[in-house]
T-cell receptor, first 114, second 113 residues
């Protein structure tokens, strides 16, 4: 079956630090990969996506590259801000897997201190 | 973002009550989903509807009953719930079945007493 593994945290960084949140996956087919963000009291928002190997998704200074050889989709940002504090979810959608929902990781709680 | 709305935002119910959660999407999408988000657990897909027909039911207890009267509306009917059903229930929609991004509502925080 499909699965997503990501560091759970909490991850605590100072403002302007470099961020990496690791995500690896297993899938039966050729998945599309996503990062979602959830701010306190809100639903999930799509942050970025990639649909094929070597694609780089980017948004709001965040980037992630689809690495088929290492089955990874790590999230990075060069300089984080306090407003980036949230829970980040890595997810996949596998057309070949038969399921139509997303498979999510457990989420990584990110805390940015001023 | 008002693409997907959910009501109510908070709900407290006893184990013998019957209530319904409502979801509405204004994005012209054809697929809608219910997820359950519990503390310390990954999001769990509960139900999938595509073109108003249920296409997946991930072994969800029968005390949860979904309804999709049209492609814009999705309900989750609740009855005789258990305290362990307390969670955040998220609705999402997407363009269709397959590897499309999903757009989420803000969720309904359910507490079962």
């Amino acid at each position: 079956g499909n699965s997503v593994t990501q560091m759970e945290g909490p991850v605590t960084l100072s403002e302007e630090a470099f961020l990496t949140i690791n995500c690896t996956y297993t899938a039966t087919g050729y998945p599309s990969l996503f990062w979602y963000v959830q701010y306190p009291g809100e639903g999930l928002q799509l942050l970025l996506k990639a649909t094929k190997a070597d694609d780089k998704g980017s948004n709001k200074g965040f980037e992630a590259t689809y690495r088929k050889e290492t089955t990874s989709f790590h999230l990075e940002k060069g300089s984080v801000q306090v407003s980036d504090s949230a829970v980040y979810f890595c997810a996949l959608s596998d057309l070949g897997g038969g399921a139509d929902g997303l498979t999510f990781g457990k989420g990584t709680h990110l805390i940015i201190q001023p | 973002e008002t693409g997907v709305t959910q009501t109510p935002r908070h709900l407290v119910m006893g184990m013998t009550n019957k209530k319904s959660l409502k979801c509405e999407q204004h994005l012209g999408h054809n697929a809608m989903y219910w997820y359950k988000q519990s503390a310390k657990k990954p999001l769990e897909l509960m139900f999938v509807y595509s073109l108003e027909e249920r296409v997946e039911n991930n072994s969800v207890p029968s005390r949860f009953s979904p309804e999709c009267p049209n492609s814009s509306h999705l309900f989750l009917h609740l009855h005789t719930l258990q305290p362990e059903d307390s969670a955040l229930y998220l609705c999402a929609s997407s363009r269709g079945q397959g590897p499309y991004e999903q757009y989420f509502g803000p969720g309904t925080r359910l507490t079962v007493t």
